[in-house]
């Protein structure tokens, strides 16, 4: 070994040993987790009533008040997750095209205006004006000319105030509510005087206060209520059909009793217009539907009473009204049954509408029942 050789051992051997790397030259760089998404929790109470208050504007339709109340929300908690993108519906809403959309889908499915119904209110208010002018003339004994005169007033008194009431359109639910008013006032005023034995002035004064009276809740209800066609047609079947079969039923009754039998009557058919009004608001049915469904009370209640006829002969007596009644109540319900999908609609009902965005663009917007 030489000399230069054991120096360089004896150099390397008096240096100290390499360190280890520290742990923190070794360790990755820590990373830092993204921030998740705010909550509404972190927003303050006042600005989530703002939210809410907003929410419910929008839903109701008061786009601009809904709008107020977003830009507000934001101002104070830029982080909500949910008003951004309200705020924009309710200024896409405010837009021009956008209101059309708007009042496009409430149009959808509504009964639209039409000059039938309109002629049809006319002509029916004519004659209940001719009907009030002649009771009117026999309260207050006219001469014949009289009758002629005010029955003439009348009837231009009806046809005036309806078509002046009705400028701006009528649908045939506000037609045939308003008209089924008028006749079943004057059924109710006349059933009224013969249950309680009104006679004289008395009884013509009932005549007239059921006409006039029941057509002034027809027009509330075609105001407030503005009921369809089906409905007003539900209601009215119910009225008419409980009234039959309860006279059906009473005229098999030994003991006739004229004001028992019409306060019967007068029970019968109020029970069945309130309980059909009420679910004709749960079940969708259109008139043509209504009409068929009578067609089958009426055929149901020949077959019952033809069936008892012919099994019994002259001898029924009484059974052919149970019979009929009977035969009424299964005709009514068969029908119901067998025309349960008349109403299946054919297809979807679609309403398109031109629609502007907030950048500046155009389209259309197509709203309908599917």
Request: net charge negative.
């Amino acid at each position: 070994m030489t000399l230069a050789t054991l120096i360089l051992l004896a150099t390397l051997s008096a240096q100290p040993p390499e360190a280890p790397p520290s742990s923190e030259a070794t360790a990755p760089e820590t990373v830092t987790a993204p921030p998740l998404v705010s909550t509404p929790d972190a927003c303050a109470a006042s600005s989530e009533a703002d939210y809410s208050a907003g929410f419910d504007a929008l839903v109701s339709g008061n786009d601009a008040k809904a709008l107020e109340l977003f830009e507000r929300v934001l101002a104070a908690c830029p982080q909500h997750p949910y008003a951004t993108e309200l705020a924009r519906l309710s200024r896409t809403r405010l837009a021009p095209g956008g209101r059309l959309a708007t009042a496009a889908a409430s149009e959808v499915g509504r009964e639209p205006r039409s000059n039938a119904a309109r002629a049809s209110l006319v002509v029916v208010q004519t004659l209940h004006g001719v009907a009030q002018g002649v009771l009117l003339c026999a309260i207050g004994d006219c001469s014949g000319q009289g009758y002629a005169a005010v029955s003439l007033l009348g009837a231009g008194a009806g046809a005036a105030s309806s078509l002046l009431l009705t400028r701006g359109g009528v649908t045939d639910g506000q037609a045939a509510v308003i008209n089924s008013g008028t006749v079943w006032g004057f059924w109710f005023g006349v059933a009224t005087l013969l249950a309680f034995d009104l006679d004289g002035d008395n009884a013509l004064g009932a005549a007239i206060l059921g006409g006039a009276g029941f057509t002034g809740v027809g027009v509330l209800l075609a105001h407030l209520v503005n009921p369809t066609s089906g409905q007003v047609s539900l209601a009215n079947s119910g009225g008419l059909w409980a009234g039959t079969v309860t006279a059906l039923f009473l005229a098999t009754s030994d003991n006739y009793d004229t004001k028992g039998f019409f306060a019967a009557e007068l029970g019968a058919t109020a029970a069945g217009i309130l309980s059909m009004a009420i679910l004709s608001k749960y079940v969708t049915v259109s008139r043509g539907r209504m009409l068929i469904i009578d067609a089958g009370g009426i055929l149901g209640g020949l077959v019952g009473a033809s069936a008892v006829y012919l099994t019994a002969g002259n001898d029924a007596g009484d059974a052919i009204l149970v019979g009929s009644g009977v035969g009424v109540l299964g005709g009514l319900a068969l029908t119901t049954y067998l025309t349960r999908d008349f109403d299946a609609p054919d297809a979807p009902q679609v309403t398109l509408a031109p629609l502007t965005t907030p950048r500046g663009g155009t389209g259309l917007s197509m709203v309908g029942r599917f």
